[in-house]
């Protein structure tokens, strides 16, 4: 579960499946509110091993294809699902949000964005840069009370992880955005 920080009111109920491989999930058994997912990968086993499938158009096209069938029970519901990028998912960059958020504009989606889980290992050494450039694409197009920053616990290592953090807050003071931690 994604806790609110500063206290322990859940934020959003996580979904752990793969959107590429599993099922639609029975959005009316899900609490109220926001429910939030991995954005999934065409990788067997591991949704977190490198697939070049995920940064091509069968990518795109398998988020998409389980996106539009769940169009429907979301608004039934009022439920919203927040979509959670990573560097080695089907939603992987900055770019592939802002596509994602203007095809489903006006539809029961959102993101939940944690900074770090876009950088992969190659950009981690100038990590201050990345999130930099993301937050000045991404800020103007987050949503308040829909949209998710997940920042990394306090206890987290690493300078990446403390910048992530830190563009995290920054990104939440400038465009009115809610931060959560996942630890």
Do not use: K
Not at 75 to 96: C, E, K, M, W, Y
Not at 130 to 140: M, N, Y
């Amino acid at each position: 579960m994604l806790t609110r920080l500063g206290n322990a009111v859940p934020a959003a109920h996580l979904w752990t499946g793969n959107p590429a491989f599993e099922a639609l999930p029975d959005i009316s058994a899900w609490p109220e509110g926001r429910a939030v997912v991995w954005s999934g990968s065409l990788a067997e086993g591991d949704p977190f091993a490198e697939e070049l499938r995920n940064w091509m158009s069968a990518g795109r096209e398998a988020l998409e294809s389980w996106c539009d069938r769940l169009v429907g029970p979301l608004a039934s519901t009022g439920r919203t699902l927040l979509i959670r990028p990573h560097a080695r998912q089907l939603l992987n960059d900055v770019a592939g949000v802002v596509r994602f958020l203007r095809r489903h504009r006006g539809e029961r989606f959102g993101m939940a964005i944690a900074p770090i889980d876009l950088l992969t290992e190659e950009m981690r050494d100038d990590a201050a840069e990345h999130l930099r450039r993301s937050f000045e694409v991404l800020g103007p197009i987050l949503v308040p009370d829909r949209d998710l920053l997940i920042a990394p616990a306090e206890t987290s290592c690493g300078d990446a992880a403390q910048r992530s953090r830190d563009a995290c807050f920054a990104a939440a003071n400038a465009h009115g955005l809610e931060v959560a931690t996942d630890a």
